[in-house]
Protein backbone atom coordinates (compact mmCIF):
# COMPACT_ATOMS: atom_id res chain seq x y z
CA UNK A 1 0.00 0.00 0.00
CA UNK A 2 1.48 3.39 -0.96
CA UNK A 3 2.49 5.64 1.78
CA UNK A 4 3.15 3.51 4.40
CA UNK A 5 6.73 2.88 5.02
CA UNK A 6 8.68 0.74 7.54
CA UNK A 7 12.38 0.61 8.00
CA UNK A 8 13.47 3.29 5.89
CA UNK A 9 16.68 3.11 3.65
CA UNK A 10 19.68 4.70 6.14
CA UNK A 11 17.94 5.16 9.16
CA UNK A 12 20.20 3.05 11.15
CA UNK A 13 17.85 2.93 14.61
CA UNK A 14 19.51 0.37 15.97
CA UNK A 15 16.40 -0.49 17.19
CA UNK A 16 15.77 -3.85 16.92
CA UNK A 17 12.06 -5.33 16.50
CA UNK A 18 10.61 -7.83 18.49
CA UNK A 19 10.54 -11.04 17.12
CA UNK A 20 6.53 -12.05 16.69
CA UNK A 21 5.16 -8.96 16.40
CA UNK A 22 3.64 -7.22 13.29
CA UNK A 23 4.87 -4.79 11.52
CA UNK A 24 3.03 -1.67 12.40
CA UNK A 25 2.72 -1.28 8.50
CA UNK A 26 1.45 -4.55 7.91
CA UNK A 27 -1.08 -3.41 10.65
CA UNK A 28 -2.12 -0.78 9.10
CA UNK A 29 -2.48 -2.26 5.82
CA UNK A 30 -4.38 -5.40 6.96
CA UNK A 31 -6.95 -2.48 8.39
CA UNK A 32 -7.09 -0.64 5.01
CA UNK A 33 -5.74 2.42 6.81
CA UNK A 34 -2.88 4.64 5.53
CA UNK A 35 -0.64 6.76 7.83
CA UNK A 36 0.51 9.91 6.17
CA UNK A 37 0.62 13.30 6.97
CA UNK A 38 -2.47 16.43 6.86
CA UNK A 39 -1.27 19.39 6.78
CA UNK A 40 1.71 20.58 9.38
CA UNK A 41 0.53 22.90 11.85
CA UNK A 42 2.31 22.15 15.22
CA UNK A 43 6.36 22.26 15.37
CA UNK A 44 7.71 20.45 18.48
CA UNK A 45 11.08 21.22 19.30
CA UNK A 46 13.68 19.40 21.47
CA UNK A 47 15.74 21.53 23.36
CA UNK A 48 17.73 18.44 24.56
CA UNK A 49 18.29 15.65 26.78
CA UNK A 50 19.63 17.20 29.44
CA UNK A 51 17.46 16.49 32.44
CA UNK A 52 17.55 16.59 36.69
CA UNK A 53 15.66 13.92 36.82
CA UNK A 54 16.27 9.71 35.26
CA UNK A 55 12.60 8.91 35.25
CA UNK A 56 12.21 5.34 33.90
CA UNK A 57 9.38 5.80 31.49
CA UNK A 58 11.74 8.49 29.75
CA UNK A 59 11.88 7.08 25.53
CA UNK A 60 14.58 9.78 25.75
CA UNK A 61 16.45 8.40 28.32
CA UNK A 62 17.23 11.86 29.53
CA UNK A 63 18.97 12.57 32.59
CA UNK A 64 21.88 14.81 34.56
CA UNK A 65 24.26 13.09 32.71
CA UNK A 66 23.30 14.22 29.14
CA UNK A 67 24.70 16.74 27.32
CA UNK A 68 23.21 17.13 24.10
CA UNK A 69 21.09 20.37 24.34
CA UNK A 70 20.09 22.85 22.03
CA UNK A 71 22.74 25.66 21.34
CA UNK A 72 21.85 29.45 20.48
CA UNK A 73 22.86 29.07 16.79
CA UNK A 74 19.99 25.96 16.72
CA UNK A 75 17.64 28.06 18.59
CA UNK A 76 18.14 30.83 16.02
CA UNK A 77 17.57 28.28 12.99
CA UNK A 78 14.79 26.97 14.52
CA UNK A 79 13.50 30.34 15.17
CA UNK A 80 14.07 31.15 11.19
CA UNK A 81 12.09 27.89 10.29
CA UNK A 82 9.02 28.81 12.25
CA UNK A 83 8.83 32.53 11.33
CA UNK A 84 9.09 31.00 7.71
CA UNK A 85 6.07 28.62 8.08
CA UNK A 86 2.18 28.97 9.49
CA UNK A 87 2.50 26.74 12.80
CA UNK A 88 0.09 27.13 14.92
CA UNK A 89 1.53 25.84 17.99
CA UNK A 90 4.54 25.92 18.63
CA UNK A 91 5.34 23.05 21.53
CA UNK A 92 9.00 23.50 23.44
CA UNK A 93 10.23 19.97 25.13
CA UNK A 94 13.16 17.89 26.52
CA UNK A 95 14.74 16.44 28.81
CA UNK A 96 14.39 19.44 31.00
CA UNK A 97 14.06 22.84 28.51
CA UNK A 98 14.39 24.68 32.15
CA UNK A 99 17.98 23.61 32.29
CA UNK A 100 19.10 24.70 28.75
CA UNK A 101 20.81 27.97 29.61
CA UNK A 102 19.45 30.13 26.22
CA UNK A 103 15.86 28.87 26.49
CA UNK A 104 14.60 32.67 27.49
CA UNK A 105 16.04 33.31 23.85
CA UNK A 106 14.54 30.36 21.90
CA UNK A 107 10.90 31.50 23.98
CA UNK A 108 11.77 35.35 22.58
CA UNK A 109 12.16 34.18 19.24
CA UNK A 110 9.24 31.82 19.13
CA UNK A 111 6.47 33.61 20.95
CA UNK A 112 5.24 35.99 18.54
CA UNK A 113 5.39 33.46 15.72
CA UNK A 114 2.30 31.35 16.59
CA UNK A 115 -1.04 31.74 18.31
CA UNK A 116 -0.02 29.04 21.18
CA UNK A 117 3.45 28.54 22.34
CA UNK A 118 3.18 25.32 24.98
CA UNK A 119 6.20 24.58 27.26
CA UNK A 120 7.18 21.60 28.81
CA UNK A 121 8.26 20.76 32.53
CA UNK A 122 9.25 18.08 34.58
CA UNK A 123 8.03 20.83 37.55
CA UNK A 124 11.14 19.54 39.25
CA UNK A 125 13.35 21.88 36.97
CA UNK A 126 11.28 24.70 37.83
CA UNK A 127 13.17 25.57 41.09
CA UNK A 128 16.15 27.47 42.20
CA UNK A 129 16.17 31.61 41.16
CA UNK A 130 16.31 31.15 37.41
CA UNK A 131 13.20 29.71 37.49
CA UNK A 132 11.74 32.90 38.99
CA UNK A 133 12.46 35.09 35.76
CA UNK A 134 11.46 32.07 33.29
CA UNK A 135 7.87 32.33 35.09
CA UNK A 136 7.89 36.19 34.51
CA UNK A 137 8.65 35.28 31.15
CA UNK A 138 5.99 32.55 30.77
CA UNK A 139 3.24 34.97 32.00
CA UNK A 140 4.59 38.30 30.05
CA UNK A 141 3.72 35.52 27.16
CA UNK A 142 1.24 33.71 28.25
CA UNK A 143 2.79 30.84 27.18
CA UNK A 144 0.95 27.58 28.18
CA UNK A 145 2.71 25.15 30.76
CA UNK A 146 2.27 21.65 30.20
CA UNK A 147 3.77 19.96 33.22
CA UNK A 148 4.40 16.10 33.74
CA UNK A 149 2.79 14.53 36.41
CA UNK A 150 2.40 10.71 36.82
CA UNK A 151 0.07 9.99 39.57
CA UNK A 152 -1.55 11.35 42.40
CA UNK A 153 -0.02 8.83 44.54
CA UNK A 154 3.49 10.16 46.20
CA UNK A 155 5.01 7.01 46.47
CA UNK A 156 4.14 5.42 42.86
CA UNK A 157 5.27 8.83 41.13
CA UNK A 158 8.58 8.81 43.14
CA UNK A 159 9.12 5.21 42.21
CA UNK A 160 9.05 6.39 38.50
CA UNK A 161 10.79 9.86 38.81
CA UNK A 162 13.33 9.36 42.25
CA UNK A 163 12.37 10.14 45.56
CA UNK A 164 11.14 13.60 46.34
CA UNK A 165 10.11 14.44 42.93
CA UNK A 166 6.49 14.67 43.64
CA UNK A 167 7.25 17.20 46.75
CA UNK A 168 9.13 19.31 44.60
CA UNK A 169 6.65 18.87 41.86
CA UNK A 170 3.66 20.12 44.01
CA UNK A 171 5.63 22.98 45.67
CA UNK A 172 6.44 24.10 41.92
CA UNK A 173 2.45 23.80 41.13
CA UNK A 174 1.31 25.92 44.44
CA UNK A 175 3.56 28.21 42.78
CA UNK A 176 2.51 28.49 39.40
CA UNK A 177 -1.10 28.57 40.95
CA UNK A 178 -0.19 31.25 42.87
CA UNK A 179 1.02 33.52 39.66
CA UNK A 180 -2.55 32.44 38.09
CA UNK A 181 -1.80 29.36 35.79
CA UNK A 182 -3.90 26.99 36.26
CA UNK A 183 -6.58 29.54 38.06
CA UNK A 184 -10.31 29.84 36.46
CA UNK A 185 -10.46 33.12 34.67
CA UNK A 186 -6.82 34.54 34.42
CA UNK A 187 -6.14 32.41 30.79
CA UNK A 188 -3.24 31.31 32.26
CA UNK A 189 -3.27 27.80 30.94
CA UNK A 190 -1.16 24.89 33.10
CA UNK A 191 -2.49 21.60 31.63
CA UNK A 192 -0.78 18.05 32.79
CA UNK A 193 0.28 15.27 31.38
CA UNK A 194 -0.04 11.57 33.22
CA UNK A 195 1.66 8.11 31.99
CA UNK A 196 1.09 5.05 33.78
CA UNK A 197 3.65 4.04 36.39
CA UNK A 198 3.91 0.01 34.89
CA UNK A 199 3.74 -2.12 31.84
CA UNK A 200 -0.09 -1.04 31.13
CA UNK A 201 -2.20 1.28 29.43
CA UNK A 202 -3.41 4.44 31.26
CA UNK A 203 -7.24 4.94 32.35
CA UNK A 204 -8.98 6.88 30.09
CA UNK A 205 -8.15 9.95 30.21
CA UNK A 206 -12.20 11.52 31.45
CA UNK A 207 -11.58 9.26 34.52
CA UNK A 208 -8.15 10.14 34.90
CA UNK A 209 -8.56 14.11 34.63
CA UNK A 210 -11.70 13.32 37.23
CA UNK A 211 -9.24 11.69 39.95
CA UNK A 212 -6.48 14.00 39.29
CA UNK A 213 -8.35 17.13 39.68
CA UNK A 214 -10.10 15.70 43.03
CA UNK A 215 -7.14 14.37 44.64
CA UNK A 216 -4.89 17.45 43.61
CA UNK A 217 -7.39 19.74 45.17
CA UNK A 218 -7.87 17.59 48.49
CA UNK A 219 -4.02 16.62 49.01
CA UNK A 220 -2.58 19.89 48.06
CA UNK A 221 -5.06 22.82 46.70
CA UNK A 222 -3.57 22.26 43.71
CA UNK A 223 -5.76 23.58 40.30
CA UNK A 224 -4.71 22.67 37.06
CA UNK A 225 -6.78 22.94 33.02
CA UNK A 226 -6.79 19.80 31.17
CA UNK A 227 -4.82 16.44 32.24
CA UNK A 228 -4.00 14.47 29.47
CA UNK A 229 -3.03 10.69 29.99
CA UNK A 230 -0.46 8.74 27.13
CA UNK A 231 0.74 4.79 27.14
CA UNK A 232 4.52 4.71 27.78
CA UNK A 233 6.20 4.17 24.58
CA UNK A 234 8.58 1.02 24.61
CA UNK A 235 11.88 2.95 23.67
CA UNK A 236 14.89 4.60 25.72
CA UNK A 237 15.26 3.52 29.90
CA UNK A 238 11.32 2.31 30.06
CA UNK A 239 12.46 -0.32 27.03
CA UNK A 240 15.30 -1.19 28.94
CA UNK A 241 12.99 -1.53 31.94
CA UNK A 242 10.51 -3.82 30.96
CA UNK A 243 13.01 -5.81 29.27
CA UNK A 244 15.12 -5.73 32.77
CA UNK A 245 11.53 -6.83 34.73
CA UNK A 246 10.61 -9.60 31.50
CA UNK A 247 8.01 -7.08 31.09
CA UNK A 248 8.97 -6.54 27.79
CA UNK A 249 6.63 -9.31 25.19
CA UNK A 250 3.55 -9.01 27.60
CA UNK A 251 3.50 -5.24 26.99
CA UNK A 252 4.33 -5.12 23.37
CA UNK A 253 0.87 -7.79 23.17
CA UNK A 254 -1.08 -5.34 25.59
CA UNK A 255 -0.09 -2.62 22.83
CA UNK A 256 -0.59 -4.65 20.04
CA UNK A 257 -4.18 -6.16 20.97
CA UNK A 258 -5.22 -2.91 21.85
CA UNK A 259 -4.82 -1.55 18.27
CA UNK A 260 -7.45 0.57 17.70
CA UNK A 261 -7.80 1.83 14.26
CA UNK A 262 -9.84 4.77 14.62
CA UNK A 263 -6.97 6.03 16.45
CA UNK A 264 -5.05 5.90 13.15
CA UNK A 265 -6.49 9.68 12.08
CA UNK A 266 -5.74 11.72 14.73
CA UNK A 267 -2.19 10.58 15.00
CA UNK A 268 0.30 13.38 16.14
CA UNK A 269 2.29 12.65 13.42
CA UNK A 270 -0.09 13.39 10.76
CA UNK A 271 0.14 17.20 11.74
CA UNK A 272 3.66 18.04 13.57
CA UNK A 273 7.03 17.83 12.95
CA UNK A 274 9.70 17.54 15.65
CA UNK A 275 12.99 19.09 15.47
CA UNK A 276 16.01 17.70 17.75
CA UNK A 277 18.33 19.38 19.98
CA UNK A 278 20.55 19.82 16.74
CA UNK A 279 18.19 20.73 14.45
CA UNK A 280 17.08 18.08 12.64
CA UNK A 281 13.92 17.29 11.98
CA UNK A 282 11.82 14.06 12.31
CA UNK A 283 7.80 12.81 12.20
CA UNK A 284 7.73 12.72 15.60
CA UNK A 285 9.50 12.64 19.09
CA UNK A 286 9.81 9.04 19.22
CA UNK A 287 11.26 8.53 16.28
CA UNK A 288 13.73 11.07 17.04
CA UNK A 289 14.45 9.22 19.83
CA UNK A 290 15.14 6.14 17.52
CA UNK A 291 16.98 8.45 14.74
CA UNK A 292 14.58 7.31 12.21
CA UNK A 293 14.33 10.35 10.06
CA UNK A 294 11.72 10.68 7.18
CA UNK A 295 13.40 10.31 3.13
CA UNK A 296 17.06 9.37 2.90
CA UNK A 297 19.10 11.57 4.74
CA UNK A 298 18.51 14.25 7.96
CA UNK A 299 17.35 17.42 6.61
CA UNK A 300 18.42 20.84 8.94
CA UNK A 301 15.53 23.18 9.89
CA UNK A 302 17.60 25.65 7.99
CA UNK A 303 17.66 23.69 4.21
CA UNK A 304 13.59 23.36 4.34
CA UNK A 305 11.96 25.57 1.52
CA UNK A 306 8.17 23.54 2.12
CA UNK A 307 6.73 21.54 4.82
CA UNK A 308 6.02 18.07 3.62
CA UNK A 309 2.44 18.02 2.13
CA UNK A 310 -0.90 16.23 3.10
CA UNK A 311 -0.34 12.57 1.49
CA UNK A 312 3.71 12.89 2.32
CA UNK A 313 4.81 9.19 4.19
CA UNK A 314 5.45 9.12 7.49
CA UNK A 315 8.21 6.87 9.15
CA UNK A 316 6.69 4.07 11.81
CA UNK A 317 8.12 1.31 13.71
CA UNK A 318 6.55 -1.03 16.36
CA UNK A 319 6.68 1.38 19.21
CA UNK A 320 3.74 2.95 17.13
CA UNK A 321 1.67 0.78 18.58
CA UNK A 322 1.79 2.90 21.90
CA UNK A 323 0.25 5.43 20.31
CA UNK A 324 -2.28 3.54 18.87
CA UNK A 325 -4.00 1.29 21.63
CA UNK A 326 -7.11 2.32 23.66
CA UNK A 327 -7.58 5.78 22.61
CA UNK A 328 -4.57 6.65 21.11
CA UNK A 329 -1.54 8.89 21.79
CA UNK A 330 -3.14 11.98 19.57
S1 LIG B 1 5.46 6.80 17.13
FE1 LIG B 1 3.35 7.60 17.11
S2 LIG B 1 3.55 9.72 16.53
FE2 LIG B 1 5.45 8.70 15.94
S3 LIG B 1 5.19 7.99 13.81
FE3 LIG B 1 4.55 6.34 15.11
S4 LIG B 1 2.32 6.61 15.34
FE4 LIG B 1 3.16 8.55 14.63
Excluded at 15 to 28: H, I, K, Q
Excluded at 103 to 122: D, K, Q, S
Excluded at 183 to 189: C, M, P, Y
Aim: charged content about 20%; proline content about 6%.
Amino acid sequence: MSGIREALPGSGTGVSEAAGVEPFADTLARHGLFLVRDRVHTLQVNTGYLCNLRCRHCHLEAGPDREEIMSRETMAAVVSFARRFPFQVLDVTGGAPELVPDLPFLVEGLAPLAPRLLLRTNLSALDGAASESLLALCLAHRVVLVASFPSTNPSQADAQRGAGATEAAIAALKRLNAAGYGVEGTGLELDLVSNPVGAFLPVSQKTAERKFRTDLLRKWEVAFNHLYTFANVPLGRFRTWLLRTENHERYLKTLVDGFNPSAVERLMCRTLLSVSWDGFLYDCDFNLAVGRHPGDRKVHVSEVRELPPPGAPIAVGEYCYACTAGSGFT
